[in-house]
């Protein structure tokens, strides 16, 4: 069975603003393999950091029903090309979400503290110069610095204040990111973390790493950096089945 | 832009510390059409600061919604509706949000609020 998700012809686009790829596919994906719980989990708040061309904004809004299911839709995007091309997408979908022109979720912080029930994120996660992170126009929507961690970093302390007690966090990573240190970076906020979706393309091999809040995590990253005992932070890490290709 | 996302907005400039609410200078004001959804309405009221959007919403042109609100006022159908109108039907499409500290101004253009900061600011 199919589920109404963004149509490809029906999202628009421009020079300056990155077309839904291997990773926004990955990402929509990851939300369709997860739609059962997605659903049950009745978000109110729903934000998407960095929407581009609204392909996983309004995907998201199609799979829990749009606004008649009680769900707040809000993109941001620092590039303000992207929300004119994701005002475009959503309007020829029929939803809507609330859109901003900010850096990340700046402005909306302090009122949206702890709010946020779903979460989604493709950051800019290509390994480039520092001095690519931010820049102008499209270049922002992929240059992720060293690592591709600039951006990703920046954003996980945000995502933890922005998200409700039981607020999830899906977001995309790639092999070079490190994922499973992303992942233990959030285990010491006090998040649990799964794979979702894993993905190799020709080019890039792509994770979606879903989190939420669990008390025991936290106690197990700070027991494991008591002990500075490598194998307390494998036995973490040996949960994903896939953790083998994160090496490959 | 919507009363329901003007009320989670605040002006982040470095040193501000009383960004909200964000005073609202109105160009053009458009109405749409939005399902009517209590349950929705009733969980938005224990979220949104209610005195930010009355004022908002006089700015915005709508003087209906009364000056304070309590949580058994949710079970009035006519405060719902009032409610429901100011938070989801009234959009900033064009216009100004200036912070109630700095004075500093927010443009919104086509709906949408450009929060972005100059270098000195963050």
């Not at chain 1, 749009?66 to 303000?80: E, K, L, Q, R, W």
């Not at chain 1, 979720?105 to 989604?120: I, K, N, P, S, T």
């Not at chain 2, 003087?63 to 109108?85: I, T, V």
Request: proline fraction near 5%.
């Amino acid at each position: 069975m199919s589920y109404r998700i963004a149509q490809i012809r029906l999202v628009n686009s421009h020079p300056e603003v990155y077309d839904p790829c291997d990773d926004s596919f990955a990402l929509v994906d990851a939300l369709l393999a997860d739609r059962t719980n997605l659903l049950e989990h009745r978000p109110i708040f729903c934000l998407e950091i960095g929407c581009g061309s609204g392909y996983v904004i309004t995907s998201l809004a199609l799979l829990l029903g749009g606004d008649v299911c009680g769900s707040y839709f809000i993109a941001t995007d620092i590039n303000p090309h992207a929300l004119d091309v994701t005002s475009d997408t959503l309007k020829a979908h029929g939803v809507h979400a609330e859109l901003v022109n900010t850096d990340v979720a700046a402005g909306l912080e302090g009122r949206l503290m702890g709010l946020v029930d779903v979460m989604v994120v493709n950051p800019p996660y290509v390994p480039t110069p520092e001095e690519e992170v931010g820049c102008d126009g499209i270049t922002s929507a992929w240059a992720g610095g060293e690592n591709g961690r600039s951006v990703i970093d920046k954003i996980l302390p945000i995502a933890d204040r922005l998200l409700s007690d039981k607020g999830w966090l899906y977001m995309v990573t790639l092999t070079a990111n490190d994922p499973s240190d992303i992942c233990l970076q959030m285990k010491k906020k006090g998040y649990a973390a799964r794979i979702v979706l894993q993905r190799s393309t020709e080019e890039e091999s792509l994770h979606v790493i879903k989190f939420w809040r669990d008390p025991n995590s936290k106690l197990e990253a700070n027991e494991a950096k008591v002990l500075n005992h490598g194998t307390a932070i494998g036995s973490f890490i040996s949960q994903f089945s896939q953790v083998s290709l994160w090496k490959s | 832009m919507r009363l329901l996302t003007h009320n989670m907005l605040s002006s982040n400039i470095k040193g501000v510390t009383n960004g909200f609410p964000l005073r609202i200078e109105v160009e053009k004001v458009v109405e749409k059409s939005v399902d009517f959804n209590p349950d929705f309405l009733k969980n938005m009221f224990a979220k949104i600061e209610y005195k930010a959007l009355v004022e908002a919403s006089r700015i915005m042109g709508y003087a209906e919604l009364p000056d304070h609100a309590e949580p058994s006022m949710l079970e009035s159908d006519d405060f719902l509706r009032k409610f429901h109108h100011a938070l989801m039907e009234l959009h900033l499409e064009e216009g100004t949000l200036v912070c109630p500290e700095t004075g500093r101004r927010f443009p919104v253009n086509k709906g949408v609020p450009n929060m972005l900061l100059h270098e000195d600011e963050v």
